[in-house]
């Protein structure tokens, strides 16, 4: 019922185009999914022509994350996986659909009221902080704080009469300040007449676009007010709409009401976000750029390490493993794409090391000093929390110990980030004797602990002798791998000796690894689809090779398709969890709607409530023919399970409605059919909690300022059946955090006291230091247990540092001199040279200057005068290509482009362009090289 109460909702007129969710109109969500993939497709063929590779992929608004990444792959393996592409574009979209939510009453951030420069320098501000993220490596940020500003960049087309003036080109000086703002309709000029009963089309006066006036719908939702004589945005929830002249000339879907021309704003909208991200691009250069939209077959490599004195022998080990592999994939489509350090001690921790080099992540391990642990437990759920909201959703996080957990108290906020983060914790967990001289009980609950965080992750709790670690760094190299997907997994508390556990291997898995961890006297058996049967005693059978380190089983599997089964013998605590490598895979999100104007989805911050219903947001890999059937929640005891109802919006997109949800731990499967009409089974890796405690935070912002300090009010509520108990009473313990140690203000509990409609508020106050580096961000996490801490709920909430922008003017080019090509054959027998002062007119210096197209050399030379820093830039080439694109980069990351092009007999053209007008240039000299030819 939620699901369907939602789905009408989007019927509604919404202030922007719809945010997520739609199937007869074009969504935020498609608009940004078509820039990205036109985009990183041409990135990528730019750099295949580069390195002299073929590209075959044609660029249109067919394009998929599918085609694209096989297109942009240089490797000939069929393990190409999507997920973290999809993962960023899913980030990118979530944050752009969270404006109407967050900022529903701010005309800047729809570009409506008129507020063009007030939109405009949101854009700017956020631009400047997506380039300054990607500079810093965090790139997860950048994707936030991208999605927060493609909002009003592409609302401009749907909000405004720019398309009704027949412009077929975006507006370009929108997310460019340097540039003016023209022919804006003044605050007190006329816009529309009443449109003629639910007729809007020609209620623009003829006036307006006759002298090309520029304008925008106005907006009310409380009190139907507006400027005499100025244009609606219109729709039922417009008040402003029912005042003369009434109507409206949004464009929001193709019922609204210039819905008449709605495809041609949204092909507008994806041409303007095609444009900033070249931009974006420019700035950052084509492999940083590919990285931002996830583009990688690895993840990230995040390494948590101990560095006590007893851990240093252990490192040692770790590190010559580590350094073969990253060796070993340097250059290759399995090298991270960035790498994650961070150290903990007692009681220091952090700071985090981010990196995209191998040699930097090396150099920064060979600098860690060992030392201290006297009193054996360690700060190491510190060091993890600032892995988890360091490193991007779906990472592999590696934590290496010989000790105990001195910060439990963090367990909490622990799990709540793995559970949002859906990133995967494995343990490697060393004997010593300063360990084991404990008492096995305790002993026993330390390691629990662990083994409980890395279970609710999918991942594994590894206790091998020191002597025996670098033989459990397979499993690094088994998670490392491309494609990597969960077929099967249990965390499993015995109810008898002996369990037996089905699984498929589907026809598309390949490298089908087993990795079952537990108390040295387990045994297991193994039974293929032929009735086939090999025992853990044998270390190598006809169904696959076991090693033993530790308490881990790796068992390599033959790849016979079809179920099997795997029965343990243990009384103590077991793990069963079966990878493979497949292109089909599946990410899910807790999602919950929110009504109104702009009813849809928008992620879910926290455990979704006892008793209740709930909704996901499922992406499924692996190309158009792949069909899920059914996807389901089961309970971690495997006993109860719920189905959910799918809704299916296109592109592997699925909204799936679940009526309940299983009491306590849960996790995602998905049942589906390949090409083939062949089933296959997907085990999401993280396990989820429900909650009795309901946790709500409510923000006006999701950037910070450096300097500044933000308010977050939140609502703690007891849930009975998924609703807040009105009568309910009780004392809850709250705990926020956050990772980067800023000023911060909470309560330590709040009181529901009787009359209190069951629920109390509170507010955390968190403070941005002036010295936070824009480009940055800050993960802010509300934590929250009822009195016998036995129920726990959170909310996580990530803010951007986003500054004022200093500096808005791009670099500029002036030309010096260029050489003529005489036309001589062989083209090159001869060359030709340009030569163009740059110059930084915004006082934050030159900071790169590339070559975005021809392969000629560089030479500069950088004097400081009267009017700013001057660079002299000299390019030669041969006369085999006669044009070259320069793009200079200041400090804030503007970019300036300089085009230059030989003097011949057949051209002679010099001239320097802005970055808008490179596109159209190479189109124009394309036909002019096809007409010489004819």
Request: net charge negative; glycine share 8%.
């Amino acid at each position: 019922m939620l699901l369907l109460a939602a789905l009408l909702s989007l019927a509604a007129p919404a202030d922007g185009f719809l945010p997520m969710f739609t199937i007869t109109s074009i969504s935020h969500r498609d608009i940004t999914q078509r820039a990205v993939l036109r985009k990183t497709a041409e990135v990528c063929r730019a750099i295949a022509a580069r390195e002299g590779r073929f590209f075959s992929l044609t660029i249109d608004d067919n394009l998929t994350a599918d085609k694209v990444l096989m297109a942009c792959s240089s490797s000939k393996t069929s393990f190409l996986s999507t997920i973290k592409f999809h993962t960023a574009l899913n980030s990118v979209a979530f944050s752009n659909g969270a404006v109407d939510l967050i900022h529903y009453f701010k005309p800047s951030h729809h570009v409506t009221d008129e507020h063009l420069e007030e939109g405009r320098q949101l854009i700017a501000r956020g631009s400047a902080a997506v380039k300054a993220s990607v500079r810093r490596s965090s790139f997860f940020a950048g994707r936030l704080t991208l999605g927060s500003i493609l909002h009003p960049l592409q609302d401009f087309y749907s909000h405004s009469n720019w398309v009704e003036l027949g412009r077929t080109f975006p507006y370009t000086a929108l997310f460019q300040p340097d540039r003016p703002l023209l022919n804006l309709a003044g605050p007190y000029v006329p816009t529309c007449k009443s449109c003629i009963g639910q007729n809007c089309e020609d209620n623009i006066l003829p006036e307006i676009l006759q002298k090309g006036l520029l304008t925008t719908g106005y907006f009310a939702s409380f009190w139907p007010s507006k400027p005499r004589g100025k244009c609606s945005h219109g729709g039922t929830f417009d008040l402003s709409s029912y005042r003369s002249p009434r109507g409206g000339i949004n464009k929001d879907s193709i019922g609204a009401s210039h819905g008449s021309l709605h495809f041609k704003a949204a092909a507008l909208a994806v041409d303007a976000t095609a444009e900033l991200l070249e931009d974006i691009r420019m700035s950052v250069g084509d492999r940083n750029f590919l990285r931002l939209m996830g583009i990688s077959q690895a993840s990230v490599l995040c390494f948590v390490i101990d560095t006590t004195v007893s851990m240093a022998g252990d490192i040692a080990q770790v590190t010559r493993v580590a350094f073969d592999m990253i060796d070993h994939r340097r250059g290759t489509e399995l090298e991270p794409p960035a790498y994650i350090l961070v150290p903990f001690n007692d009681p220091g921790f952090g700071p985090v090391q981010t990196t995209t080099g191998a040699d930097e992540f090396k150099a920064s391990i060979n600098r860690l000093t060992f030392g201290g642990g006297g009193d054996i437990p360690e700060m190491s759920l510190s060091g993890l929390l600032l892995a988890l909201t360091a490193a991007p959703p779906y990472s592999e996080i590696f934590v290496f110990t010989d000790a105990p957990a001195k910060d439990v108290h963090l367990r909490g906020i622990i799990q709540a980030l793995i559970e949002s983060t859906k990133s995967t914790v494995t343990f490697m967990m060393t004997h010593s004797g300063r360990r084991w001289r404990r008492s096995v009980s305790r002993a026993r609950k330390d390691d629990q602990l662990y083994s409980d965080l890395s279970g609710a992750s999918g991942g594994l709790a590894i206790n091998v002798e020191k002597s025996e670690l670098h033989n459990a760094m397979s499993v690094i190299m088994d998670a490392s791998d491309s494609a990597v997907v969960t077929v099967f997994q249990v965390e499993w508390r015995p109810r008898k000796a002996s369990e037996t556990f089905p699984f498929l291997v589907d026809g598309s898995l390949q490298n089908v690894v087993a990795y079952i961890t537990g108390s040295p006297s387990l045994t297991f058996e193994l039974i293929d689809p032929s009735s086939a049967t090999q025992t853990s005693s044998q270390s190598s059978g006809p169904l696959g090779s076991v090693t033993t380190t530790g308490n881990l089983r790796r068992v390599s599997l033959r790849n016979h398709t079809g179920l099997w089964q795997v029965t343990v013998n243990s009384k103590d605590p077991y793990s069963v969890k079966v990878t493979g490598q497949s292109s089909i895979d599946f990410i899910f999100n807790l999602v919950e709607a929110f009504e109104g104007a702009h009813g849809d989805f928008t992620l879910k911050a926290g455990r979704a409530l006892a008793g209740g219903n709930t909704t996901l947001a499922i992406t499924v890999t692996g190309g158009d023919t792949v069909k899920v059937k059914e996807v389901m929640l089961w309970e971690s005891s495997l006993q109860t399970r719920v189905d959910g109802e799918l809704k299916s919006y296109g592109g592997g997109t699925y909204l799936v409605g679940f009526t309940r949800v299983p009491a306590g731990d849960y996790g995602v499967i998905l049942v589906g059919e390949d090409s083939t009409g062949s089933m296959f089974h997907r085990y999401a890796s993280t396990r989820l909690k429900t909650s009795s405690v309901s946790v709500t935070a409510a923000v006006n912002d999701t950037s910070i300022e450096p300097g500044s300090t933000i308010t977050v009010p939140f609502t703690v509520a007891t849930v009975s059946h998924g609703q807040i108990d009105t009568d309910a009473t009780g004392t809850f313990l709250v705990q926020a955090n956050n990772d980067q140690d800023f000023p911060s203000s909470s309560p330590d509990s709040l009181v529901i006291a009787p009359r209190g409609g069951g629920q109390a508020s509170g507010v955390v106050t968190l403070t941005a230091p002036a010295s936070a580096a824009s480009g940055s961000d800050v993960t802010l996490t509300i934590l929250v247990q009822n009195r016998a801490t036995s129920d726990v709920n959170s909310a996580t909430l990530r803010f951007s540092i986003i500054a004022e922008v200093q500096d808005i003017y791009r670099p500029v080019c002036r030309t010096i001199s260029t050489s003529q090509c005489t036309g001589r054959s062989p083209c090159s027998s001869s060359t030709w040279a340009f030569t163009t002062s740059i110059t930084d007119e915004g006082g934050s210096g030159i900071h790169t200057i590339e070559i975005h197209q021809g392969n000629g050399t560089l030479n500069t030379s950088t004097v400081t005068g009267s009017d700013g820093e001057n660079v002299t830039v000299t390019y030669s080439a041969s006369c085999c290509t006669e044009t070259v694109v320069l793009a200079a980069v200041d400090g804030a990351g503007n970019v300036g482009t300089c085009v230059g092009q030989a003097v011949s007999n057949r051209a002679g053209l010099v001239f320097s362009v802005e970055p808008w007008m490179i596109s159209k240039y190479f189109l124009w000299s394309s036909l002019v090289v096809s007409l010489l030819a004819i």
